[in-house]
């Protein structure tokens, strides 16, 4: 009876610390889930891309955990699936910064032709709101979303200092 007693006690033991290691794991996982999937959501609103988000975190979560099994099972060293998994964590924040440059160098490559456009309607008599206009609907890239941007802000009564 004292034998059974002690692995009855050992299992429930082992069980609940079993349980709360998973369940703290979930916690965390969830709560990383849900970090990357709002600064995602984010960045790519601000880079006015459109992409679903669920489906970016799965091939992010899947592409974490079949890489370094592919690189285990083909008998990679040690340390290089330990950097992968490194280069896994700092990978988003990477690729939206270059994305974010790439933005930014097409924004200031664009930027004095626009200017210049714009100023020209303006000196044939446009209003600055109808030069900003015809530059939105004769342009594409970062530089037209941005001004459209700036138009709603505009249309929302928001002051031209405050929508720039």
């Given at each position: ?105 097409a924004i200031n490559a664009a930027l004095p032709d626009a ?46 200092e405050d929508a720039l």
């Open positions: 009876m004292s034998l059974l007693f002690v692995q009855l006690t050992l299992f429930i033991s082992i069980s609940l610390v079993v349980f709360f290691c998973l369940r703290g794991t979930a916690d965390s996982f969830d709560s990383y889930s849900t970090s990357l999937s709002n600064s995602t959501e984010s960045n790519l609103r601000k880079l006015f891309l459109v992409a679903d988000t669920r489906k970016l975190q799965i091939a992010y979560f899947g592409s974490f955990v079949l890489v370094p099994l592919l690189l285990l099972i083909l008998k990679v060293a040690p340390l290089i699936i330990a950097v992968c998994l490194v280069l896994f964590f700092v990978a988003p924040r990477l690729v939206f910064a270059q994305l974010t440059r790439k933005r930014r160098a200017l210049a456009q714009i100023s020209g309607a303006m000196g044939a008599g446009s209003t600055f709101g109808m030069a900003l206009q015809s530059y939105i609907d004769e342009m594409d890239g970062p530089l037209e979303q941005e001004f459209s941007l700036l138009q709603m802000e505009q249309r929302l009564d928001s002051r031209l």
